[in-house]
Structures are given as structure tokens and as C-alpha cells.
């Protein structure tokens, strides 16, 4: 591990700790769902039987976070990643993007619901408060945690060398091929959906978390919560016509922030605030770039 002090105005992270960042990804995810795919029996008569419940797959999602957080800690200590993680504390952003996520986010999934006919048709799926609650929490602990990962490490990094349409783009390719494996496994979630469907959601997507990550300064926290919308257990089934939707919405965010979204002005690059260029603004800076921003200008 590199113990050396980060030097400000310099990156701490550099562009290459992206390969070791996808090698691990990959392999601590694909290794463990490799397994289940080619010896069924034997880790089902070890582990138990795959679903995606099971912390063998809890893992297998925390594989982007955990190989971020080796990477963290490899170039800038433990004192770097608790800087990192302080980007945990970054909430503030244009009020269209909170209305977004509350409000718009959710009328996705029942507009493609309704738009797929089981808007009313379906049961509400749980029969208590307790396997609600059970379900939300499950639910935030599990796909969230990956924004450590691909946003929290992999699009500061792309954006050093692209501009965010370009960025997001690729590694909406990257994370949705990254799911792959899930697809093959039948105790999967994923094994009901259609891959073609989830891979365009995915890009879609990812476009639209770049520009509200960009928006925020660089939160975790709110891409976070943005991918929780995406798993709230509430929400109907709406696949794949909340993809559809979703694809809509990402060609309006970009038409909406083409100015920024096409070049690397206002692009977060720093993964460690305060240690790297492109930091985390203060309070003060950040109102000032919110004033740049079309949907807080819209509000103004």
C-alpha cells in the first residue's frame, strides 16, 4: 500500500487504476456466479442454492464497492478512503433533481405498468409491514452499494478522458454486460427479465445518473438513492416498458444538459475530495455551479 501524504491539485487515483478496478469487478462477480453456472451441485451442496438473497450473491453485487475501496486504500490510505467516503455527505443539488427522484422516478414504473396492463391487475406484494420493511431494506443494501464502484470510482475516472455522454455511455455498456451472469442463473431476479431490455436500461440509465452526479458535485449518496428508486420493491413490475420510458427520459436529460454533457467543463474528476483537482466545492461553490445548471436556472 502507498503511504505517501496526496499532494492537492494533483490526482491521487490516476486514470490506469481503472484496468485493476474492472479486473476485479469482474472477477469477484463473475467468479462467483461462474461457479454456480458450471458446478450447480457441488455449490449448491457447499453454499446452498443461489437466489438473490443469498450473501454469496450480496457479494457478488458488492464486487464494484469492494474492488473501488482496494484500489482507495492501495493508492491513498486509509485517510483517503475516509475523504472518499465523505463524499457520502453531498446532498445538495437543484431541486428538479429531488422532484426527479421522489416523484418522477417512481411515475416511471407506473406509467410502464400501466402501460404493460398489470397496473391493476397484479396484487400488491407483501402481506405485512414486516416484509415491506424487510424487503426496502434488503433492497438498499444490496444494489446501491455497487455506486461506490461505478460511480464513486469508475465515472470520475472516465470523465478524465471523455466528455460525460461519452463517459456515461461506455460504462453503461461495462455495467450492463457486467450483470450477464445473473441472467443465466434461474434463482436470479434477473433470470425473468429480458437481457436486451435491461442492457438499453442500463446505458439509458447511466446517462441519466452521470448528469445528476455531475449536477450534485460528484454524491455518492444521490446515486445511490437513484439506484434504490430503480429496486424499491413497491413499484410494479413494469419490464421492459419502464425501460422505454426510461430511454425517453435520458434523451431529454441530455438535450436538457447538452451544454455540459458533451463537453468536460463541470465533469467530476477528483474521486478524493480535497486531496485532487476537480475537489468537492464548498457550500458556497456549490450554489455558484447550481446557478449553471439548467434545471436550477429553470427554477430561478
Request: proline share 7%; charged share 10%.
Amino acid at each position: 500500500m502507498k503511504t505517501n501524504q496526496p499532494v492537492t491539485g494533483q490526482y491521487q487515483i490516476p486514470f490506469s487504476a481503472a484496468v485493476p478496478f474492472l479486473l476485479l469487478t469482474f472477477a469477484i462477480a463473475w467468479g462467483i456466479l461462474a461457479l454456480y453456472i458450471f458446478l450447480p451441485d457441488p455449490m449448491s451442496a457447499i453454499f446452498g442454492r443461489l437466489t438473490g438473497n443469498h450473501p454469496l450473491f450480496f457479494l457478488a453485487v458488492y464486487a464494484p464497492a469492494i474492488a473501488a475501496f482496494i484500489i482507495i486504500l492501495y493508492h491513498a490510505g486509509v485517510s483517503g478512503l475516509r475523504a472518499y467516503l465523505s463524499r457520502l455527505l453531498i446532498w445538495r443539488c437543484s431541486p428538479v433533481w429531488y422532484a426527479f427522484l421522489i416523484v418522477g422516478l417512481p411515475m416511471v414504473f407506473y406509467a410502464g405498468a400501466a402501460w404493460k396492463g398489470t397496473l391493476w391487475s397484479e396484487p400488491f406484494p407483501f402481506s405485512s409491514f414486516q416484509t415491506l420493511l424487510a424487503a426496502l431494506v434488503l433492497a438498499a443494501i444490496k444494489g446501491p452499494v455497487e455506486e461506490f464502484g461505478w460511480r464513486g470510482l469508475a465515472l470520475p475516472l472516465l470523465q478524465r478522458k471523455f466528455a460525460p455522454i461519452w463517459a456515461a455511455l461506455i460504462l453503461g455498456v461495462i455495467w450492463g454486460f457486467w450483470h450477464l451472469p445473473a441472467f443465466l442463473l434461474s434463482g436470479t431476479q434477473q433470470s425473468e427479465w429480458s437481457f436486451s431490455a435491461f442492457f438499453a436500461g442500463c446505458i439509458a440509465i447511466s446517462v441519466i445518473v452521470t448528469a445528476l452526479f455531475n449536477a450534485s458535485r460528484g454524491s455518492i449518496l444521490l446515486s445511490a438513492f437513484f439506484h434504490f428508486t430503480l429496486m424499491n420493491p413497491v413499484f410494479p413490475d413494469a419490464q421492459p416498458y419502464d425501460t422505454y420510458i426510461l430511454i425517453g427520459v435520458a434523451l431529454v436529460v441530455v438535450w436538457l444538459y447538452k451544454k455540459t454533457m458533451f463537453t468536460k467543463e463541470g465533469a467530476v474528476t477528483s474521486i478524493i475530495p480535497k486531496y485532487e483537482r476537480g475537489v468537492t466545492p464548498s457550500r458556497a461553490e456549490t450554489i455558484i455551479v447550481a446557478s449553471d445548471d439548467p434545471c436550477f436556472a429553470a427554477k430561478k
